[in-house]
């Protein structure tokens, strides 16, 4: 495989409006991640990808983009910007925005233009089309709920959002705006951009017939990825976007890729792919379901397993997927992979260890390395995200009563990863001295990172420990390039796996329940490098795991 720059880097999600607010208005700014740079360089971070902070009306937190060239003033300013460009790399570090192309917002400049005159040159900008009597042109449905169709007042024209009515598509067949893009691209690449995170990409090749499916639910609509199942020839888009920007640049860019098709893998991050790299989202497609979330299954250890293998097979000779145990569309990862009341420091660390170890590269979303849990909303109003509020309706239509609907829906709410980040014991975690955005979880005394850094067996100091083997001389090129294989596969609930590198093997197991194990020994002598207890037991021909314990030995 040829080496990359990226291959070997370590990378972190910021969610700017909830990281580090410097000026009391309730909201994080670059100014703060400015700050907050050297803790991040400290923990070993080289790579740091900040969600959207174009201008934006927030109906989806800044995923509906009005102005690709500017900052929002809520996030500071172009000189903001620049200064945490320029502070990044006297650190060495790499800034990734989030490309956000699907959509933009219904008050960007185009879609105000095609709204005044759809037939005209802006409303080729987006998916414009005649009603079918006084009904919508066809049955899909959106990811957040209703018709993926909004009527234009006046007319009987609908234009289509995948997303909130707020989030128009942009019409990727049109040429005239596919260069726009490119051109948007290239000019933050031009200012020092690292690349991008590349949001929801797969949607932006539609089925052209705009026909029903059968419906899936009671409203008589059928589920996104109906559509996406018969759109084909999405690589020609992605292709061109590769050639003309990205590649010029010898970016890094990773791709929110759901539904694509195995025999694909090649195309999207082979060595001549559209893409750096993917996210590895096999962990957070288990148990889901078309019904929604009041119908979701738990996660199993095993299954766990399985899909992340599985996954890891797959890409084994191709390239690189990039590992995350959460992200800010997805319930806290500890809260959600780990059985209610085992959430501890040593499952903490489970958890931790595999993303660090499995080849890929690890994406540390904030709060993540401190071991920050899902928050308990107390009421819906507590709620700010659009797809929470949707899925909770469609609890309630399901025949939950409030307070059951509330407990589903806060158990997957996108807003466990966004409550604001937990600095210190101060009020509102030290995150703001005003009225933060969205309500500060209720076990930030327990869970920040003034009471960790200095505690070397805190979950903080764990990470930093396994970034510091990742980047170890001697373990490195294992780490990053090594065979992936299975091992005591035949037990259950056990995480096990060898790196196999050049020089150096390391076995990684990991204990995945709350009991003690034993397994047989496999290597005498081998060495410890990781373990998340004090010590390991092994006796004659035994290794015993207390519950959940891991560790990376040398062998
Ligand atoms: O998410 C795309 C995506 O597929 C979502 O529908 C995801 O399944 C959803 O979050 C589940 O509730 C991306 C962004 O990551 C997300 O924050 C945006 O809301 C979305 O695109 C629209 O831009
Ligand atoms: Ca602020």
Redesign the pocket.
């Known amino acids: 495989m040829k080496k990359k720059w990226w291959h070997d880097k370590v990378a972190y999600q910021i969610y700017p409006k909830s990281f580090m607010d410097t000026n009391g208005d309730g909201i994080g700014d670059l100014r703060g991640i400015i700050n907050k740079l050297d803790y991040l360089k400290d923990l070993g971070v080289d790579i740091i990808w900040l969600s959207p902070i174009y201008c934006s009306p927030f109906v989806?937190?800044g995923?509906d983009i009005s102005d690709y060239y500017n900052i929002d003033p809520r996030f500071g300013t172009m000189e903001d910007m620049d200064e945490l460009l320029a502070e990044a790399k006297k650190r060495n570090m790499y800034v990734l925005m989030d490309l956000?192309v699907?959509?933009c917002s219904d008050k960007h400049e185009w879609f105000q233009k095609a709204l005044q005159d759809p037939d005209g040159e802006y409303g080729q900008y987006f998916y414009i089309r005649e009603g079918k009597g006084d009904q919508p042109p066809c049955n899909w449905r959106s990811?957040f709920g209703g018709s993926a169709w909004e009527r234009i007042p006046g007319t009987n024209k609908y234009y289509l959002h995948m997303?909130a009515k707020e989030?128009p598509d942009l019409n990727w067949e049109n040429e005239k705006l596919r260069n726009e893009i490119y051109k948007m691209i290239n000019w933050w690449l031009d200012k020092g951009l690292a690349g991008f995170r590349i949001?929801?990409i797969i949607n932006i090749k539609k089925d052209l017939r705009f026909e029903d499916f059968p419906p899936d639910r009671e409203d008589g609509l059928c589920s996104p990825g109906k559509m996406l199942e018969h759109a084909k020839g999405i690589g020609v888009f992605l292709k061109e976007m590769r050639d003309k920007t990205f590649r010029k640049y010898d970016a890094f860019t990773v791709a929110?890729l759901?539904n694509y098709k195995e025999d694909e893998l090649r195309d999207y991050i082979g060595e001549d792919g559209y893409f750096s790299s993917i996210f590895d989202f096999s962990t957070h497609l288990i148990g889901a379901s078309e019904k929604g979330w009041f119908d979701r299954k738990p996660v199993t250890p095993n299954e766990y397993r399985d899909v992340i293998f599985r996954s890891k097979i797959e890409t084994e000779n191709i390239g690189f997927m990039s590992n995350i145990i959460e992200n800010?569309?997805e319930p806290r990862g500890v809260s959600y992979y780990i059985p209610e009341g085992e959430c501890n420091e040593k499952s903490k660390k489970m958890l931790a260890t595999l993303q660090l170890m499995l080849k890929g590269i690890p994406f540390i979303y904030q709060g993540q390395e401190i071991g920050m849990t899902n928050n308990e909303f107390e009421s819906i109003d507590e709620i700010d995200d659009i797809?929470t509020k949707d899925e909770y309706l469609v609890a309630l239509k399901a025949g939950y009563s409030p307070e059951e609907a509330l407990k589903i829906v806060s158990k997957y709410s996108?807003d466990n990863a966004r409550t604001p980040f937990h600095w210190d014991t101060s009020q509102n975690a030290g995150f703001t001295t005003g009225k933060p955005w969205l309500v500060v979880n209720k076990n930030y005394k327990d869970i920040n990172v003034e009471s960790q850094i200095n505690d070397e067996n805190s979950v903080l100091s764990y990470y930093k420990k396994l970034i510091c083997l990742r980047k170890d001389e001697e373990y490195k090129e294992t780490i990053v390039y090594g065979k992936f294989s299975p091992v005591y596969e035949e037990y259950d609930n056990i995480l096990a796996f060898y790196r196999k590198g050049e020089d150096k093997t390391l076995l990684i197991i990991a204990n995945y329940q709350d009991k003690k194990v034993e397994l047989p020994l496999l290597h005498q002598n081998s060495k410890v490098l990781i373990n998340n207890y004090d010590r390991l037991n092994v006796e004659n021909e035994t290794i015993i795991l207390e519950p959940y314990q891991t560790v990376v030995l040398d062998v």
């Open positions: 989806d937190q995923y956000v699907n959509h990811y997303f989030q949001d929801a929110e759901f800010h569309d797809s996108r």
